[in-house]
């Protein structure tokens, strides 16, 4: 089971983390990733982490947000800086089984309930 938890209203540049904490199974194999939706798009890969650490960006959003995880607290985070009204959208959290860094959300079996992230501009 993953929680989403730390999105909100914010202005053009300001700063958001997001946390996903997980339960069950054994977090640190899994490879972790937030993707983005806004209403009548398809989900989209924003940033990713395997369990062996590696990181992969969406070209959007590289500069500006950062992928992190704490496998001592079961946590991945999305630091997301410099803000942009584009950046609207729900976040979800996924978890895959598969080994390597996976950009396709069929590759993640488990879903987070989604966390709203909203930038005035």
């Known amino acids: 089971q993953l929680q989403a938890s730390g999105g909100g209203l914010v202005q053009a540049g300001d700063s958001l983390r997001l946390s996903c904490v997980a339960s069950?199974?054994?977090?640190?194999?899994?490879?972790m990733a937030w993707f983005r939706q806004v209403p009548g798009k398809e989900r989209e890969f924003t940033a990713g982490?395997?369990?062996?650490?590696?990181?992969n960006l969406a070209d959007s959003v590289k500069g500006r947000f950062t992928i992190s995880r704490d496998n001592a607290r079961n946590t991945v985070y999305l630091q997301m800086n410099s803000l942009k009204s584009e950046d609207t959208a729900v976040y979800y959290c996924?978890?895959?089984?598969?080994?390597?860094?996976?950009?396709?959300?069929?590759?993640?079996?488990?879903w987070g309930q989604g966390t709203q992230v909203t930038v005035s501009s």
């Open positions: 996924g978890a895959s089984t598969l080994p390597g860094l996976k950009v396709r959300g069929y590759n993640y079996a488990y």
């Open positions: 069950g199974g054994t977090f640190s194999r899994y490879g």
């Open positions: 982490v395997t369990s062996g650490g590696n990181t």
